[in-house]
T-cell receptor
Framework: GQNIDQPTEMTATEGAIVQINCTYQ??????LFWYQQHAGEAPTFLSY??LDGLEEKGRFSSFLSRSKGYSYLLLKELQMKDSASYLC??????????WGAGTKLIIKP | IAGITQAPTSQILAAGRRMTLRCTQD?????MYWYRQDLGLGLRLIHY???????GKGEVPDGYSVSRANTDDFPLTLASAVPSQTSVYFC?????????????FGPGTRLLVL
């Protein structure tokens, strides 16, 4: 079957760094997406990885290891506005997105 | 407008009633999708359309139907609502249905079926 695992909830301190992990088992792989979703709002695109390695985009970076079925999202210099859920999604062989349940990130002052 | 709009924003519906959730995009995207989001579960694909005139079933299609008469509109119909269809429904679109294509989401419709 297809499975995406990520922690349910994480807590971090304003100004710190947090790493959100995602492991996956899917039928085929055409890339991995990270989305951010604030409470009561729609998901918005953060990053995309298809090759192994680190993609950096400002305070956010995303890493992929295809051989390990593993990705992480790294958030630096945390701000209160980063409090949100972070969704990991894998694009399978049919180009459909398979979604994890999301990680709720709580930022404390 | 710019992006994707959904209507209604929220709805309370009696079980057994028919309901159509509307979705319109103005980005001329070929591919459109309907998801439901439930607490503790990931987004689950209900139906999709790779281009106007074609539709396909996703992971959880039972009890739902869609049509794609033109590029912009992708309505989702619940023929006879049941309480298990209580959820938040998101419509999304992407330029094409292919690798690396980012999906853009509408604001969602919150549906409560009693």
């Amino acid at each position: 079957g297809q499975n995406i695992d990520q922690p349910t909830e994480m807590t971090a301190t304003e100004g710190a760094i947090v790493q959100i992990n995602c492991t996956y088992q899917t039928s085929g792989f055409n890339g991995l997406f990270w989305y951010q979703q604030h409470a009561g709002e729609a998901p918005t695109f953060l990053s995309y990885n298809v090759l192994d390695g680190l993609e950096e985009k400002g305070r956010f970076s995303s890493f992929l290891s295809r051989s390990k079925g593993y990705s992480y999202l790294l958030l630096k210099e945390l701000q209160m506005k980063d409090s949100a859920s972070y969704l990991c999604a894998v694009q399978d062989s049919n180009y459909q997105l398979i979604w994890g349940a999301g990680t709720k990130l709580i930022i404390k002052p | 407008i710019a992006g994707i709009t959904q209507a209604p924003t929220s709805q309370i519906l009696a079980a057994g009633r028919r309901m159509t959730l509307r979705c319109t995009q103005d980005m001329r995207h070929n591919a459109m999708y309907w998801y439901r989001q439930d607490l503790g579960l990931g987004l689950r694909l209900i139906h999709y359309s790779n281009t106007a005139g074609t539709t396909g079933k996703g992971e959880v299609p039972d009890g739902y139907s869609v049509s794609r008469a033109n590029t912009d509109d992708f309505p989702l119909t619940l023929a006879s609502a049941v309480p298990s269809q209580t959820s938040v429904y998101f419509c999304a679109s992407s330029p094409i249905a292919g690798a690396q294509e980012t999906q853009y989401f509408g604001p969602g419709t919150r549906l409560l079926v009693l």
